[in-house]
């Protein structure tokens, strides 16, 4: 056996037995992403009366959101919903925003955009490309503030039942896994970051 065989040999089972270990966790992040939709709202800019006034934002759309969203079951019929109330939840954003004493130009739209990993109350979403309800404030320059409107984790208290509607055993446990995962999670971003910048 050849020197660069012996080399070869080691490093395509490592490869295998890494990719072996990760495809199933891979798998399960990309139907999450598939499954759920976002609200993702970015402040005119880091100042505490920017990031105050996002929040604000962020409460009167919830707000609007939850009379919007009562009939939607699917995420398809959510982003539908979305498309079809666009003017709305922009009109919602700027009186908002006028009542605070601003007077920042609002920009809404639905959009499929990368998140990386991140933490919401007890859940922990992997990164991915995740379709959204993107709001941007002014400059949009400032922190950002997401949560789940689909299923309505940020709307509403979820039932354990309701999600179980949406999310299959497999997503449930990635989900709740308060960091059990923590490796893979980075992994599966690295993935995905590449991915993204791929397409």
């Known amino acids: 056996m050849s020197k660069t065989i012996k080399i070869f040999v080691p490093i395509f089972l490592l490869l295998l037995l890494i990719s072996s270990y ?63 109330n666009i003017d709305l939840f922009e009109e919602t954003a700027t009186e908002c925003i006028k009542q605070n004493g601003y007077d920042y130009d609002v920009n809404v739209y639905v959009d499929k955009e990368y998140f990386n990993t991140r933490e919401y109350e ?43 509607e949406i999310l299959d055993d497999e997503e449930i446990e990635l989900i709740n896994s308060n960091n059990k995962f923590e490796i893979r999670f980075k992994i599966v971003e690295i993935y995905e970051k590449i991915k993204s910048s791929l397409s």
């Open 122 to 164: 007890e859940i922990t979403l992997p990164s991915g490309i995740y379709n959204a309800l993107k709001i941007e404030i002014g400059e949009a320059k400032g922190h950002n503030w997401w949560c789940v409107m689909f299923p309505a984790i940020c709307l509403s208290a979820v039932s354990e039942s309701e999600m179980n």
């Open 22 to 84: 990760i495809s199933p966790f891979i798998e399960t992040s990309e139907k999450i992403s598939n499954d759920v939709f976002r609200l993702h709202i970015l402040a005119n800019s880091d100042e505490e009366y920017d990031q105050n006034l996002k929040l604000k934002v962020r409460d009167a759309v919830l707000e609007k959101g939850q009379r919007v969203f009562t009939d939607c079951s699917s995420l398809n019929e959510i982003i539908n919903s979305c498309e079809k």
